[in-house]
C-alpha cells in the first residue's frame, strides 16, 4: 500500500486521521513521523505552519509527507487564539480554563461565535508542495466544558446543530463534522484523482 508520513507529535490527531482513512477505506498508509518532532512553527499563517512540518518530516524521511496546522478563532477575541492556538496555555485544561475566563464578559451565545481552521499540506523531500487544502468548521464556545473525549479545546467548542461540544463526540463522531475532517476529505477526494505516486519519491 502506497504510505505517506504524516508530520506531526500529536497523538490524537494521529488518531483521528487514522481513524478517519480507515473509515473511508482509502488505500492509504500513514506513518508518522519518528519522534522527537519538533520544528519551529514561525509562519504568518496556518498554511505557512503546516508547510514547515511537512518538509521538514520530508527532510528527515526523505519521502512525500503531510502536516496539518490547526487553530481556534474566535470572533469577540478579533481571532485569537488562532495561530497561536498552541502556546494559548500549555495544556488542553488550561487553555480551557484561560479562554473560559476571556470569554466571561461575553453573555450571550451570539456574542461567542468561532470557528476551527484546518490547513493540510503535502510536500515533496525536495521542498514542492503538492496539495494544499484549509477548512474552516463554525460553531460557539460554550459558557462551561462538557465531555471527555478528544483535546485541545473541544470541551468547550459548541456544535450547534448536534446541540453537544466536540468532546461529548466519539473519535468517529467528530469525524463526520470536524476541521480535520473537512479538509482530509478534501485531501482524500484530491488523493483519489491523482496519481501521486509513480514518480514523487
Ligand atoms: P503538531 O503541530 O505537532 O501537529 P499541535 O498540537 O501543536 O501538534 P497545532 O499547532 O495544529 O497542533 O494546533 C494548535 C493547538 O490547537 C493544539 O495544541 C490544540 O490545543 C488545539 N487543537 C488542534 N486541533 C484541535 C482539535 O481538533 N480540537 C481541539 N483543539 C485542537
Not at 479562554?99 to 515533496?124: G, H, N, Q, W
Amino acid at each position: 500500500m502506497n504510505e505517506l508520513v504524516f508530520a506531526t507529535s500529536n497523538p490524537n490527531k494521529i488518531l483521528e486521521v487514522q481513524t478517519k482513512i480507515d473509515s473511508e477505506k482509502f488505500p492509504i498508509k500513514i506513518i508518522p513521523v519518528p519522534q522527537p518532532f519538533d520544528p519551529v512553527e514561525d509562519g504568518e499563517t496556518f498554511l505557512e505552519n503546516a508547510y514547515i512540518k511537512a518538509f521538514e518530516a520530508a527532510k528527515k524521511t526523505g519521502r512525500l509527507s503531510f502536516a496539518d496546522d490547526t487553530g481556534l478563532c474566535v470572533e469577540a477575541l478579533n481571532g485569537r487564539p488562532g495561530l497561536y492556538s498552541a502556546r494559548y496555555a500549555p495544556t488542553g485544561e488550561e487553555k480551557v480554563q484561560k479562554m473560559l475566563s476571556e470569554m466571561e464578559p461575553f453573555k450571550t451565545l451570539d456574542e461567542r461565535k468561532a470557528y476551527f481552521t484546518c490547513a493540510i499540506v503535502l510536500v515533496r523531500p525536495d521542498g514542492e508542495t503538492i496539495f494544499s487544502c484549509q477548512s474552516k468548521f463554525e460553531g460557539f464556545i460554550d459558557f462551561s466544558p462538557k465531555g471527555s473525549h478528544g483535546f485541545g479545546y473541544d470541551p468547550i467548542f459548541m456544535v450547534k446543530e448536534l446541540g453537544k461540544n466536540l468532546a461529548e463526540l466519539s473519535t468517529e463522531e467528530k469525524n463526520t463534522v470536524s476541521h480535520r475532517a473537512l479538509a482530509l476529505k478534501e485531501f482524500t477526494n484530491w488523493l483519489s484523482s491523482h496519481n501521486i505516486f509513480e514518480d514523487a519519491q
